[in-house]
């Protein structure tokens, strides 16, 4: 059976002599596994549309375990993305994240439309790469039924200035209820006002956005134990990009 759907490229397999296992974030059928044989192959008219990052409106043949690709029209494939290493672990890490949480069969909808406009504005390369970062995590979060409580203590309920927050409960706490998490992270008051722009603002727009070193630190280390706790797996694409963090000087300062 042959079906058509729009879909992001998330993740790429080398398989046998000259294919490639696809791992393909679509508009219809969710998270898919897709073979495309002989895509490793120069001659192969699928070799553009099966990168890393590729947007395709792609016709799929539908197996008993696999999907085939029979073809994979580039919509974007936001190259750009690859002359920066920063700005292409940031994004790696999205789609890694992306495909952990979007489920086989479940059309991600909105959450699909976020990749992509972080995916767009990482190829512009205009917007600041972390905050850029910490924006889209939480939208990516929010969508997959993640989204942190910020207006109210997750606890109590209770609306007194938060001054801690709970990864395991997800979301801030109250001076009162502060005691009953012991693996809470105190969080400023800032940075709750960060996470709610952030949620709430359109990544195009979070472009104005100036976010102080220091909250950006203290967001990375809420998000970190946050993602750890909700979504079970350890994203190789975070270290990688500790590990150039720490080369690249005036980046992400
Ligand atoms: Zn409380």
């Known amino acids: 059976m042959l079906v058509k759907t729009r879909g992001l490229v998330t993740k790429t397999v080398n398989f046998g002599e000259g294919d490639k296992i696809l791992t393909i974030l679509t ?7 897709a073979m495309a ?6 001659r192969s008219k699928l070799v553009a549309g099966t990168q890393l990052f590729c947007y395709c409106d792609f016709v799929l ?36 994240l992306a495909g952990e949480v979007v489920q086989p069969g479940q059309a991600p909808g ?9 995916l767009e504005l ?21 969508y997959a039924g993640f989204k942190p409580q910020l207006e109210r203590c997750v606890n109590c ?45 359109r990544l195009k727009k979070l472009d104005c956005l100036r976010v102080d070193g220091h909250i ?13 706790i909700h979504i079970d797996k350890d994203f190789s ?8 963090k720490n080369k690249v000087t005036g980046r992400l300062k």
């Open 237 to 244: 694409s975070t270290r990688f990009l500790d590990s150039i």
């Open 27 to 33: 508009e219809k059928y969710g998270k898919i596994q």
């Open 110 to 118: 909105r959450l699909l439309q976020v990749v992509l406009e972080a």
């Open 216 to 228: 950006l630190k203290e967001l990375e280390k809420i998000m970190r134990a946050y993602v750890a």
């Open 157 to 201: 309920g209770g609306t007194t200035e938060a001054v801690s927050f709970s990864p395991g409960s997800g979301g801030v706490l109250c001076p009162v209820c502060e005691k009953s998490d012991p693996y809470r992270y105190s969080i400023s008051r800032g940075a709750i006002s960060v996470m709610k722009l952030m949620m709430g603002w």
């Open 61 to 96: 043949f539908k197996g008993k375990t696999w999907y085939y690709i029979d073809q994979a029209e580039i919509i974007n494939t936001f190259h750009t993305i690859r002359n920066d290493l920063v700005t292409l672990s940031c994004c790696t890490y999205l789609m890694e």
């Open 122 to 142: 990482y190829a512009a390369g205009e917007s600041h790469p972390e905050v850029l970062l910490r924006a889209s995590e939480l939208k990516i979060l929010a």
């Open 37 to 42: 044989k002989g895509a490793r192959r120069q």
